[in-house]
């Protein structure tokens, strides 16, 4: 069992920067897919990023690539989204999930993902 609480959302303007955090409680963290998902009002909950347990390989979705950064640290049983570069279509809430590879599907899809964190809003104005 994992529990995953949301951190560092908040109101920013086009262009600039926020850093969300995940942190994690729960018995071998260092074994989950870390990823982190985003819904805005009326549409579906997509892939934002994805971080492998041993941080080796990581995941983008097309619209985030080279703003976003995602990291875990292990030892603190942390996952962070570094999202530079904001831009209003980015305004979402923002979900960590975790994913034990126990089930089947593909790292995008919400499905796979076995726990979930209950969100932070990210407002980005223009």
């Known amino acids: 069992q994992v529990q995953l609480v949301e951190s560092g959302g908040g109101l920013v303007q086009a262009g600039g920067s926020l850093r969300l955090s995940c942190a994690a409680s729960g018995r071998s963290f260092n074994t989950y897919h870390m990823g982190w998902f985003r819904q805005a009002p009326g549409k579906e909950r997509e892939f934002v990023a994805v971080v492998a347990w041993s941080s080796t390989i990581t995941f983008y979705a097309d619209s985030v690539k080279g703003r976003f950064t995602i990291s875990r640290d292990n030892a603190k049983k942390m996952v962070y989204l570094q999202m530079n570069n904001l831009k209003p279509e980015d305004t979402a809430v923002y979900y960590c999930?975790?994913?034990?590879?126990?089930?089947?599907?593909?790292?995008?899809?919400?499905?796979?993902?076995?726990?979930w964190g209950q969100g932070t809003q990210v407002t980005v104005s223009s």
């Open positions: 999930a975790a994913d034990s590879d126990g089930s089947g599907g593909y790292y995008y899809q919400p499905g796979k993902y076995d726990y």
